[in-house]
C-alpha cells in the first residue's frame, strides 16, 4: 500500500488538517489513533486482501481497449476495470477497509450520509456482509429522488433517514451524520465516502483505494514492460483519483491527470478555503459560501475536492482538466459501441480526456484511465437526455 503521511498531522502542503468543534475533534483523534494502529498490522492488511479477493472480486483487470485504440489513433489506451467489482463501482475499496477498521475497534453502529445514494448502498452492502447495524442520512429530497436506492438499502437492511432540516439535500445530511457521532462515537463508526474531510479520513481512504493502482503498476509493466505515459481519472471527491495515481505519484515520468466536470470545476477554478472541516481548493460563490454545482453524473458533483489532489494541482505534479456533460455523453456511448463495456457517467468524463489526449500522442505512447464504475445505473438516464434533444 502507498506511504501516508500521517506524521504532519493530515496536511498535504497548505490543505487538509482537521477543522471540526472539540468534541468532534476527540472522534477524530480516536480514529486516527486507531487507524495508525490497525494500517500497520499485518493481520489486518491480510483479512482486507482476502476480502478485496473473495467478496469485491480483485484483482480485477487492465483491459487493453484495442478497438478504441484503433479507432482513435495515437496512444495505446488500457483500461483499469474498477466497474467489475461488486456492486460495480471502486466505492466498495474504501467501504471494505473502513468495515474492518470499524469492526476492529468494536463499533457497534455504522453510520454514513448519502447524497444521490452510491455511498450508502456501499455501505449498507458491507453492513450485511458482516451483520453491522447501519444508519443511512439522506436529505429529504433526495430521498424521493432517488426512491429505488432508497429501497436497494432497506432491502441490504439499513435503516435510511430522511434528513427534512435545511433543504434536505447532502449537506443536511451531513450535518445529521456528523451530530450523530458526536452523541455516540464510542461505539459508532462514521464512514465517510470520498478522500475528503477532516484528517484522518482523506488519508485513510487513499490507504485503501490505493489498491488500485498496487495492480495496475503491475499489471502495466507485465503488459509492456514500461510505465504509462499518463493515468487519468475523474475526480469528484477524490478518491478513485487518489487510488488511481498513489503507486505512481514519486514516478515523476508518469503524467497524473484529473478530469472534473466543466460544470463543478473544483481544481482548474476553486481558491483555498475551508469546507467540511478541512482546507481545499473550493468553488464559493459571492458570499463565501461553497458553490451549488450541477454535474450530469452524481458523484461528481462536489463543490470542494479532496486536500491530496489540491496539493498535487498547486504543487504541479498532477494536472486537472475538464470535460462537459456533452464529452461525458459522447464517450459513453463510444466506449459501449467499440469495447461494449459501458462506463459510469463519472468514468466517462475521463473516457473522453483519454480520447482527446489519445490523438495528440504516439502509438508508442500508453494511457491508463482509470473506469471507476460501470453503467448500468446511468443508463435510464442516458436515454432521457439522447431523447430529450
Ligand atoms: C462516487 C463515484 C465517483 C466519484 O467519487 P470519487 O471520490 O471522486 O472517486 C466516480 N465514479 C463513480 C463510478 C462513482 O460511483
Not at 468532534?24 to 486516527?32: N, R, S, V
Not at 476480502?51 to 489513433?73: D, I, M, S
Not at 471494505?96 to 454514513?112: N, T, W
Request: net charge negative.
Amino acid at each position: 500500500m502507498a506511504s501516508v503521511s500521517t506524521e504532519k498531522k493530515g496536511y498535504f502542503g497548505e490543505f487538509g488538517g482537521s477543522f471540526v468543534p472539540e468534541d468532534l475533534q476527540k472522534a477524530m483523534d480516536y480514529l486516527e489513533e486507531q487507524f495508525i494502529k490497525y494500517k500497520g498490522d499485518p493481520e489486518f492488511e491480510e483479512e482486507f486482501k482476502f476480502y478485496l479477493k473473495e467478496y469485491v472480486g480483485r484483482e480485477n483487470p487492465l483491459t487493453f481497449a484495442a478497438n478504441l485504440t484503433e479507432q482513435v489513433g495515437g496512444a495505446k489506451i488500457y483500461l483499469k476495470r474498477e466497474d467489475l467489482n461488486h456492486t460495480g463501482a471502486h466505492k466498495i475499496n474504501n467501504v471494505m477497509g473502513q468495515i474492518l477498521l470499524a469492526k476492529r475497534m468494536g463499533a457497534k453502529r455504522v453510520i454514513a450520509e448519502t447524497g444521490a445514494g452510491q455511498h450508502g448502498v456501499a455501505t449498507a452492502t458491507v453492513c450485511a456482509m458482516f451483520g453491522m447495524e447501519c444508519i443511512i442520512y439522506m436529505g429529504k429530497l433526495d430521498t424521493e429522488r432517488q426512491a429505488l436506492n432508497v429501497f436497494r438499502m432497506e432491502l441490504l437492511g439499513a435503516k435510511v433517514v430522511p434528513v427534512e432540516a435545511g433543504q434536505g439535500r447532502l449537506k443536511d445530511a451531513v450535518d445529521a451524520a456528523l451530530g450523530d457521532l458526536v452523541e455516540n462515537y464510542e461505539n459508532t463508526f462514521y464512514l465517510l465516502g470520498s478522500a475528503v474531510g477532516p484528517h484522518p479520513f482523506p488519508t485513510m481512504v487513499k490507504h485503501f483505494q490505493s489498491v488500485i493502482s498496487e495492480e495496475s503498476k503491475r499489471q502495466i509493466l507485465e503488459k509492456e514492460g514500461k510505465l504509462p505515459t499518463a493515468v487519468i481519472a475523474c475526480a469528484g471527491g477524490g478518491s478513485n483519483a487518489i487510488g488511481a495515481f498513489a503507486h505512481y505519484i514519486k514516478e515523476l515520468d508518469v503524467r497524473l491527470i484529473g478530469v472534473e466536470p466543466s460544470e463543478a470545476p473544483t481544481l482548474s477554478e476553486g481558491v483555498p478555503a475551508i469546507i467540511h472541516g478541512f482546507r481545499c481548493l473550493t468553488l464559493l460563490d459571492e458570499n463565501g459560501q461553497p458553490k451549488p454545482t450541477y454535474s450530469i453524473a452524481a458523484g461528481l458533483d462536489y463543490p470542494g475536492v479532496g486536500p491530496e489532489h489540491s496539493h498535487l494541482k498547486v504543487s504541479g505534479r498532477a494536472e486537472y482538466v475538464t470535460a462537459t456533460g456533452q464529452d461525458a455523453l459522447e464517450a459513453f456511448q463510444l466506449l459501449s459501441k467499440t469495447e461494449g463495456i459501458i462506463p459510469a457517467l463519472e468514468s466517462s468524463h475521463a473516457v473522453a480526456h483519454a480520447v482527446k489526449l489519445a490523438k495528440e500522442l504516439s502509438k508508442d505512447d500508453i494511457l491508463i484511465v482509470n473506469l471507476s464504475g460501470r453503467g448500468d445505473k446511468d443508463v435510464e438516464q442516458v436515454f432521457k437526455m439522447l431523447n430529450d434533444n
